[in-house]
Structures are given as structure tokens and as C-alpha cells.
């Protein structure tokens, strides 16, 4: 049989038409009435006093929807990874000041539910003595003693962990295994995703381990009885993504193929967990090699978990069973509801997607998720493993199955017990298998919460039937009658992705890079592009020669740019100023209208400006599609915020008197722009300028004047008219001499403080009108890290930071500060992800870091490592390639924070540390920053609410991002700027920015000046 095809499907099938075709499904009245007795009697079960298990109760005592549970979830969250006293004396605190645990009497006997209500209740009594973190810690200490305080938090947190993970150790799960013969297991190696290949090894050598352990202790019985194992691909790759789809299949599939034949050599089931829609298609392109191997066959142990609220999973199915087919083999489908829902519905509103991947009604799932069963219960070579804590789906599952020996139910350790206690009691021939994490307390900590917000959750089954106010009818209600109609298929409160901006303005149109189709098709525009352009002055002639342009990544030549003269500027200055009156009287829904077709026509030339800012800007996939998606949306915010600002306000005043206020253009603006986002702060400022009512004069940086020049063609092929907009390229002298013209109404200017400075001082020199300047400049942007931050996301986030645009972006991380107390392990794990970047040409998707802007920004980068190196302070340094201006990435240990003085524009990490000795440590720490001058950004890692608010009172940076990344500020949602020596403001992409373009102008009429006020003599009693 020829080879089955590479896993296809659409993205993103309408809701509306899925639920159509579900929905048409003809009904079985007999079927139904045969399902509800049973599923009564489970729900009865679950439902019992003695039927509800330890989780369930305590998801009922601390429902997520109150502070006590949001507050316990937080602290069991974090609580076990902290090492140090001080730190964690702070986060007890804090979090049980959120909730009124002293007041919370437990309904409950069960015993993790008596913990925690014992440990949070009695710690609150304790702490509500005092108002601040130091006080309450004192009186705790002189009540109780802090050690036992501990003691009995980290016991109430371990014990619910324990119901949870069976097992520390796999021998340790595999004894308690073996004290209930009722269950099938399947045994999860706990962890998050590796970040290096040291992690990745850890895990492949637990899996192996693992492996071998549940091998020897398996018994006599055969499959599909046998115990098995689940495997996380991400666990056993650092870069297990998409755009490295080469890389993963050349290094993850044989690692892979070992783990699975050590499976087999032990007859076991082989089970590969789910990941997020985004690693779908790369997902089933590592198994279809693996299958492949002839060294599996005959063996019916291998499977895969399928996700019911992906709108691919009946394609998936589909996929495996032509793959079973193909091969001669059955494999086992382990079919969920899924676990990311929040994660796969933020992730496509970040990347501007054309729909969801996931259903957004939760009986939309449960919908697809019956349709699913039923497509693997027809499936010869599929072996249906069905997960669900769902009463009423395993009632409907067991009417249309049939033969019990052909599936088998599943559940989480911890969940179900009683559910599927029952089953088995009624159905003596079904079959359950448990799937049971095994790990270290520390490793479950994510894992834990995930798993109780998600059955915590309002929708969750879980809860609702825990919630005896919930009726048994709407328990039971079929999915089928709940959506009832195809129209209802969507939330009616989550809005698309493109939507969710609205009314200030349209998401930009991102491409998923998991769909391998988007994919190909954004990278064939882009290499349609045409190889060399040129550019010249949009008006004007020059006696410049023209000269050569060179990319960073090769020196191969991309084009030429004519550079402007000061006397060409200076004409198209005179223009500008005498085509500003008729641009300005242009109605703002006019002008508002060209910004918004010129955002569209800078999508819709996606990839040949993606070409152009890998060539010119040498910018990789992400950052590319990025900027273009950022300088649409800058023009539509604009636009709108222009129709808003501009449009005349009615003001109060007596009687007999008309007051008005109008916002105009002030004149000609000169803007000035960057190399580091050569089209979307280029276009971001010339759109603000056009909105208000200005024209404007656009010089581009010297480095990328070709992308410039593309982006002023798309703006007046959108309408905006050509005398009112100038394209100037030229240097730095160019500019001085725009900003010295005697017709320039105001400047805008993205660069160094050094170039702010002086045109700041040419401004104020003038014996002309006082214009303004809008100025954002760089800083030293620091990152503070404490004890209760989860690793694995710091160092996600870090790397995005400080490394993301090869650390050329004015918000890029500079400064890392850790707690000493967990700088060690920090450290070794961000220098392990750090060596998993690729560096090299950006036009390459699988690319992480590209070159820097050109030779003279890598030299000056050179030296300063050179100086670091010498002075033993470099702690990690990468490789670049030897040709083209690239800088691998570096780490360089600081003694003080405060050492840092100077903003260092590349790929370049220092890294400092700090103790918590004190709850002021933090506020020191803070004001050592603050006083090298900027203000621009400055993030946090804790999970301390107080230090937030601490952090938002206390620093001056203008962008402050907690537990997240501190680049990539969203349009509208977090405007982007500093102060101080970081810029003047207002903030770029926020709703003050354009008022700085605009003037004022009041109007007030006498309306009585004719006799009297005819509207207040006319005015009714």
C-alpha cells in the first residue's frame, strides 16, 4: 500500500458548519431513553456523600469562582518550589490575605480538604493581626513559630499533590498501582517541556527508565490489558515547534523510535500525549516516521491522545486509521476533551488567526466528542480509549459501543474514582485505565493547577456536579439539545480574532506557522518578490550619486537609494507646507478612510515586505510578519483615533452662548525613524502625522530606506496625496537640516538620546514657532525575578526579550536580576535554552536570531565582549557565523545592578543578583535600576501580589510587564513609551498620542447677540 499522505486538514472550519452537519445526525429516541437511566445512576454515584472524592470536595469547598479558591490555587501553584524562608513567608501572606479562610468552615471531612481549610484557616487568624507582610511574618512567629507555619502549608500542598500523582518515584506508583487490581494504568513521567538538551535527555532517560520498571512488573496478561506509558514530545525536544520542523524530525523522531521499540520489547502501551493546535501537523509528521519503522511491527501498543475540542480531530482520526491501514497495524486512540482551552483561544487573538482552532462552547466539545467516539468505534484498526469525567458521555458511550473488551474508559489519578467505580460495579466487563503522573512534588506543581482549574472551571462537569444546587436535568441535558441550532455554535461572548479590538480598531492578519499550507503559501509570496529595488527622493531632484545597498546577513546587494540633498529636502519641505491646508480641510472621515486602506494594502503586500525586511533588515519569519501586522494596526488605530479626536465637541457654558472645541493639524511634521522597525515605527509615525490632519516629511534611517520607500508607494496608492507626503532618505545630516527648516510644525523621532538631544537643542534655538517634539529613545530595561517565579516561563520569557531580534528593539531585556537563591538553577537552565538558538540567515524560517543592523553596530558590539571577556565577566558566549554582521548571543555577570549605566544595543544578557532577605530588598533593588536614568520598560517574575503593586508604584519605566515578556507591545491595549531619558511621550499606539500632532481651537459664538436667546425663551417648563 503506497505511504499515507502528510497529515492534512482546514484550519479553521466555521463553528456554524460543523454543528450543521453534527446536528443532522439522525436521533435515536429508543437510544436516548437507554442512556439517561445509567447515566442517572453514575451522576447518583458521584453525587453520593461518600461517593465524592477528595478533589471533587475540595473543588466544591474552594470553588475557583471565589477568592479562597483563586487564592489556594495560587499558592499550591508556587508554594513547594520556594527554598527560601523569607520569600515564602511573603507569598503565604499574600495569598491568604485574599481569601477569608479564618472565616471558612469546612462542609467537608474529607481530608484534603480539612489541610487545607487548617493550614490556610489557622495561618489567616494568624496573620490578620497585622497590616503589613514584615508584621504579619513577626506575629506568626511569636504565635506559632514560622517553621511549623510552613510546615503545615507545605503538608496541606503536598498532600493535595498526592492526589493528583501517584507516585514520587515509578517504583513508588507502580507499589500503589498495584494495591487496586480494578484499574488499567498508564504512567506520565511529570515535567514541562525542555528547554535544552540536558533536559530533553532527563526525560528520554526517565521515560527508558520507566519504561523498563513498568516492564518488568506488567504481568502476564497481553494487550490491550497491559499497563503502559505516556510521552510529551515537547519533554524530549528543546525546540519542538513548527518552524524547526527539519531539525525536530532529523533529532527527535530516532529518539523517539528507541523509547517506542524499549515499549515494545515489553509489549506495553505506547501512548503520545496531545500538544497545542500549533504542533498538530509536526506532532503527526514525527509519529508517521516513527510507525514507519519496520522494527514496530506487529505490535498494537502504539497510540496517541486526540483532543475533542479541536475542530481537526475527526481528520485526525481519519489520518490514523489510513495510517494503521497502511501499515497493517491497530494502534490505541486515547480520545480527550482537551486541556489547553484558554491557551489555544489566546494564542489565536495574539497571532491575528482567521478563527479559533478549538470549539468555544464546551457543549460543542461535547458534541464533537460523541461524533469522534463514534467514528473510532467504527474504525477496525483503532483501539478507542475514551477519557472523560463526564457521566452522561460514558452512558452514552457505553449504549453505542457495544463489545466492552473493544475500548476502554479512562480517567485522571485523583478524578473518577467513584464514577467509574460504579461502571465497573454495573458493567462488570468494562474497563478502566488511570492515567497517573509520576514526580517530584516540585515537578507537579503546573501540573496540578492546570488540572483543577480546568475541572474547577464554571463548565467543567466536575464541578457542576459537585454543586448540588446544579439539577440532574441540566447535568444530563445531550450537548445536541443544548446547542440546538447551528447558529448558536459559538460563545456569543468571545469575539473572533479579528475582532477583538473593536470598535478602536480591526486585528491585524497573522499566519500560523503550525499549518504547513499557510506556511508554504506566505513564503512563495515572499520569494516572488523581486530581488533589487531602488530608491530615490519621492519629489526633487539631487546631484547625489546613487550608492549601493548590502544586506547584514550575506553583503549580497539588495539595491540602491539616491539620497536626498539639503536643498531637495528643503523643497519638499516649501511643498508639504503649501499642500498642508488642503490636506488639513480634507474631511477626517476622508483621511481616516486612506489609513485604513493603506493598512489594508500593507497586508496584502505581506510577503514581499517580508522580503524586504529579511534582506535589508535582516529580520527573521516571526519578526517580519510581526512588524507587518504592527504597522497595520497603527494605521487603523490612528484612524479611528483621528475620527474620535478631530471631530467637533460641544462644550458647556451660560446661556446665550455657543462653545466649541476642534481639534486641526498643526502643519508639517518631520518624522524620523529607525532601522530596528523600519516600517512599523516608519509608518506608525507618518500615519499619526497624516491622521491629524498634517503632512509630513518621512525620513527613514540610512540602514533600510528601501522598506521605507515601499511603505510611502502603499500610502499614496491608498490615497494619501503627494505633495502632502515626502519621502527623504539621507543621514544623519539630512535630518538635522528637516529639523532645522523654518517650515517644520513638529518632529517625531524614534532613535538614540544622543540624536534626541540635539534636535531637542535645534528645536530650541529656533526664533520660530515652539513646535513639539514627540522623542522615544532606548534604555537599560531590567527583568526582577524572585524565588516564586516558575523557571521554565522565565526563561521563556528571557529569551524572547533579550535575545528576539538578535536584542535590537528599544524594549528589549538588558539587566536580569535573580534571587540569589535561585540564580544557580536559573542560570544553567536559561545558558542551556540560550544554546538552542539558531542563529544565522533570517530568511531561513527555522532562524531564531539573524545578523545586526550592519558592520559598525557588530564592531561596536565586538568590543565591548572583548572588554567583558577580558575582565572574566562573560558567562556565555555563542557562535555566529563567520560571514555577515552577526553577534551571537551573550551572557555577562554583573557584581551590582547599578553597574550597568549604558544601554548595550544587541544580543547581549547581564545578569545580576539580589537576596530577599527583607520585604525592602525589593524596593532597593527597584531604585538601584531607576538610577541609571531611563524609564522604558521593566518586567517581574513573582507570585506575590503585593510586590505587583508594589512594582507599579515604584518604577518609573513607562511599559512594566509582570510574569510575561517584555517586548511586542500591542497596539491600544499597551501603548509604548518612556520617560525620563527614555523619551517624552505621549506613549506610541495609545489614546494620547495623537493629541501631541493636533492644536486646539475653541469657538464661542453669542448666540442673544441678535435680541436674545430664542432656544432659552423657547424652552418648555
Known sequence: MPPVEPFHAPWFPADEEIAAKLLSQPGDAERGARVEPLARRLLAAMRAPKGMGNVEKLLQEYSLSTREGLALMALAESLLRVPDDSTLDLLIADKLAAGAFDRHAPASDALLVQAAAFALGLSTKIFATEETPRGLVAQAARRLGMPALRGAARQ????????????????EALARASADERWRYSFDMLGEGARSVADAERYFAAYAAAIDAIGAKAGARTLPQR????????????RFEPLSRARVLRELAPRLLELARLARSHDLVFTIDAEEADRLELSLDVIDAVVADSSLADWDGFGLAIQAYQKRAAAVIDHIEALAQAHDRRFMVRLVKGAYWDTEIKRAQERGLADYPV????????????????????APRIFPQFATHNAATVATIVERAGDPAQYEFQRLHGMGEELFGALLEEQRNSSCRVYAPVGPHRDLLAYLVRRLIENGANSSFIARAADSATPESELLASPGAIIADASRARHSRLPLPADLYRPLRANSKGVEFGDRDALAALLAERDAAPAILTAAPSSGRTGLAPHELRSPTDSSLIGSVVEADVETARAAMAIASRAFPAWEATPVEARAAILERAADLVEAHSGPLIALLQREGGKTLDDALAEIREAADLSRYYAEQARRLCAEENLPGPTGEDNRLRRRGRGNFVCIS????????????????????NSAIAKPAEQTPLVAREAVALLHEAGVPRDALHYMPGDGALGAALVADEHVAGVVFTGSSEAAHSINRTLAASNGPIVPLIAETGGVNAMIVDSTALLEQVVDDVLASAFRSAGQRCSALRLLCLQADIAEDALAMLIGATKELRIGDPRDPSTHIGPVIDSAAQARLCDYLVQRRAQGRVLYAGEAPQSGSFVAPHIVKLDRAGDLREEIFGPVLHIATWRAEDEKDLSTLIDE??????GLTMGLHTRIEARMRMFAEATPAGNLYVNRNMIAAVVGSQPFGG?????????????????????????????ASFGGDARLLAMKE
Open 156 to 171: 496541606a500542598m503536598k498532600l493535595m499533590g498526592g492526589h493528583f500523582v501517584l507516585g514520587q518515584t515509578i517504583d
Open 227 to 238: 499497563p503502559g506509558v505516556s510521552v510529551k514530545l515537547s519533554a524530549l525536544h528543546p
Open 359 to 378: 470549539f468555544t462552547r464546551k457543549a460543542m466539545t461535547d458534541l464533537n466528542y460523541i461524533a469522534c467516539a463514534d467514528r473510532l468505534l467504527a
Open 674 to 693: 529607525p532601522w530596528n522597525f523600519p516600517l512599523a515605527i516608519f509608518l506608525g509615525q507618518v500615519a499619526a502625522a497624516l491622521a491629524a490632519g
Open 929 to 934: 535600576i531607576s538610577a541609571n536614568g531611563f
Open 979 to 1007: 520617560s525620563r531619558m527614555s523619551g517624552t511621550g505621549p506613549k506610541a499606539g495609545g489614546p494620547d498620542y495623537l493629541r501631541r500632532f493636533l492644536r486646539e481651537e475653541t469657538v464661542t459664538i453669542n448666540t
